[in-house]
C-alpha cells in the first residue's frame, strides 16, 4: 500500500509541474499583442528550450527584424524551458510546439527517441547546414538517421571548472587541473565546509553531461568513486546556475561547470578562471531542431536557418553570453573582430584532446545514472561528508597508509549493492541500463531511490563504524 501510494503521490507531483508548466506558457502567450483590425496575423514561433532568457531576449530582438521573420510573416518567439526531466510531457501536453534549442545531444536523442523529431528538409536551410563542419573536436555537429538530418549544433560547449583564484589562496587549496584533483583528499580538509559546488543531475543538463564524462573517462566502477569524492567534498546546488553563483560569490572555491559559465564568469568577476581539463573531458555540439508538433515547419525552419547563419551566430558573442559559435567564420565579421577572448577560448577548445564518448551509452544509462546520484550522493549527503572527512583526517595526519586510502576511498563510492528478492543485485553497468527506460517513465522509481538511499546510508555508517568514527 505504501508504494502504491508513493507512486500515486510522484505522479500527482509530475501532473502538477506539467499543469504549472503549460498554465505558465498559456498565461505568457494570452500577452501576446493580438494583430489590429486590417492588420494580417503574424506567425509566433514556439520553442522548448534549455537557453537562458538573455539568449531569449537576444533571439527576438535580432531576428524579428531580419528579413528572413519578415519573409516568412514571423512576429514572435515564445520560449518554455522546463527541467529536462519534464520535455517529454510539456511537448505532449502543449502540443503545437516548433522547436527544441539547446540542451545537449543526450535530451535531443531522447527527443528523437520518443519519436518528437521532424526532419529538417528545406533546401535553404540544409545549404546553410552544409557551411557548418561535420565535427568539431571530435563532436558531432549533426545527427542523421537514414541520410535525414535531424538536428544541426547551433553552439559549441566544452565542460570543465570555475575556480575562484582568491578564494582557493585564501583557503590553501591547491590550483585543481583535472576532475581527481577535485576528488582529492585535499580538497576535503575543511570538511564538513564544502569547497566544491554542482548541480544534482536532475536539476542541470551540463551537470549531467559531466558526471556521464567522469564514468566514460574512468570506467564505471572507478567513475563512480570518484564521483563520490567530488560530492563529498561539495554541496549539491538545485541547478547549475545556483552551483555558478556559490563560485562567484565566494561560497566555494571551485564549481564544475560548462564553458560559457566560465567564459561569462571571467568577463562579470574577475579573480575566477575556467579550467579545461586536458584530455578528461569532451566538446558538445548544442542542437537545434524541428519538431514534428510544428504547425509552421516553413516557418520553424527558417529560425533554424537564421540560428546558424553568420548572422543569427553573432548571438553568442554578446557578452551578456559567452557562448562558442558553431561557425569559425563569424569571428571576421566586425562583432567577431572585438572577442578575441572568445576567439582565443575557441582555438583551445579545438586543440585539446578530447576523450573518446559514445553517445548512446550516456543514453542507455541517463534516467538510472541521474536518480542513482541524487539517492546516494544528494539524498544523504551529510552522512557521505562525514564517512569521507574520517578518511581525510586519518589520511592526512598519517594515521592510514597510502594503500589504505585508495582502499577505503573506493569502498565509499563504488557502486551499490543490495538484497532484493532473496538475490544480491549491484548497480552494474547492465543493471542500469535494465531499469533505465522504466525510470523514465516513472515506474520503479520510488522503489529504487528508497533502496539506494538505504543502502547508500548504510555503508556510510559502516564505514564510519569500521574506521573509529
Do not use: C
Request: glycine content about 8%; charged content about 20%; overall charge negative.
Amino acid at each position: 500500500m505504501s508504494r502504491a501510494l508513493t507512486k500515486i503521490q510522484a505522479t500527482a507531483v509530475l501532473v502538477i509541474l506539467i499543469v504549472a508548466i503549460v498554465g505558465g506558457w498559456y498565461a505568457y502567450q494570452s500577452m501576446v499583442t493580438p494583430p489590429q483590425e486590417g492588420e494580417e496575423e503574424g506567425i509566433v514561433l514556439k520553442i522548448i528550450t534549455r537557453h537562458s532568457s538573455t539568449i531569449w531576449n537576444l533571439a527576438k530582438k535580432y531576428f524579428l527584424t531580419s528579413d528572413i521573420a519578415k519573409e516568412y510573416n514571423i512576429t514572435g518567439l515564445s520560449f518554455i524551458g522546463p527541467n529536462p526531466v519534464l520535455w517529454r510531457q510539456t511537448i505532449e501536453a502543449v502540443g503545437d510546439l516548433d522547436i527544441a534549442w539547446g540542451g545537449g545531444p543526450t535530451l535531443f536523442d531522447e527527443l528523437i527517441s520518443f519519436g518528437f523529431v521532424a526532419p529538417i528538409n528545406d533546401e535553404e536551410t540544409l545549404a546553410v547546414v552544409a557551411e557548418i563542419p561535420d565535427e568539431f573536436g571530435g563532436a558531432p555537429l549533426k545527427r542523421y538517421d537514414d541520410g535525414k538530418l535531424l538536428w544541426v549544433a547551433s553552439a559549441i560547449s566544452s565542460f570543465g571548472f570555475i575556480v575562484n583564484e582568491p578564494v582557493l589562496n585564501e583557503w590553501g587549496l591547491p590550483y585543481p587541473q583535472l576532475w581527481e584533483d577535485l576528488a582529492s583528499p585535499e580538497f576535503g580538509v575543511l570538511l564538513p565546509k564544502p569547497t566544491i559546488a554542482y548541480a544534482r543531475p536532475t536539476q542541470s543538463t551540463s551537470h549531467t553531461r559531466i558526471y556521464e564524462i567522469i564514468l566514460q573517462k574512468f570506467g564505471w566502477d572507478q567513475g563512480w568513486a570518484i564521483i563520490a569524492r567530488l560530492a563529498a567534498n561539495g554541496r549539491p546546488y538545485s541547478g547549475s546556475v545556483e552551483a555558478l553563483s556559490a563560485v562567484q560569490s565566494g561560497e566555494v572555491a571551485v564549481s564544475i561547470a560548462i564553458d560559457f559559465y566560465g567564459y561569462s564568469s571571467e568577463v562579470q568577476f574577475p579573480g575566477t578562471k575556467y579550467v579545461l581539463p586536458f584530455n578528461e573531458s569532451i566538446v558538445n555540439g548544442d542542437p537545434i531542431a524541428l519538431l514534428k508538433t510544428s504547425t509552421h515547419p516553413d516557418a520553424a525552419q527558417a529560425f533554424i536557418r537564421w540560428i546558424i547563419s553568420v548572422d543569427g551566430q553573432k548571438i553568442w558573442l554578446d557578452k551578456s553570453v559567452n557562448r562558442m559559435p558553431v561557425r569559425e567564420d563569424v569571428f571576421k565579421t566586425p562583432e567577431g573582430r572585438k572577442r578575441p577572448d572568445l576567439y582565443a577560448n575557441y582555438n583551445a577548445t579545438k586543440a585539446n584532446i578530447g576523450i573518446p564518448f559514445d553517445d548512446n551509452l550516456a543514453l542507455s544509462i541517463e534516467y538510472s545514472m541521474r536518480y542513482y546520484f541524487d539517492a546516494v550522493f544528494a539524498d544523504v549527503h551529510d552522512k557521505l561528508v562525514q564517512a569521507w572527512s574520517l578518511i581525510v583526517t586519518k589520511y592526512l595526519n598519517g594515521e592510514m597508509s597510502q594503500e589504505e586510502f585508495e582502499y577505503w576511498a573506493y569502498e565509499l563510492g563504488k557502486p551499490l549493492s543490495w538484497e532484493e528478492d532473496g538475490q544480491i543485485v549491484t548497480f552494474t553497468l547492465e543493471f542500469a541500463q535494465s531499469i533505465n527506460d522504466a525510470l523514465g517513465t516513472g515506474e520503479l522509481l520510488s522503489k529504487y531511490q528508497k533502496i539506494w538511499r538505504e543502502a547508500a546510508n548504510a555503508r556510510y555508517q559502516s564505514i564510519i563504524e569500521q574506521l573509529g568514527g
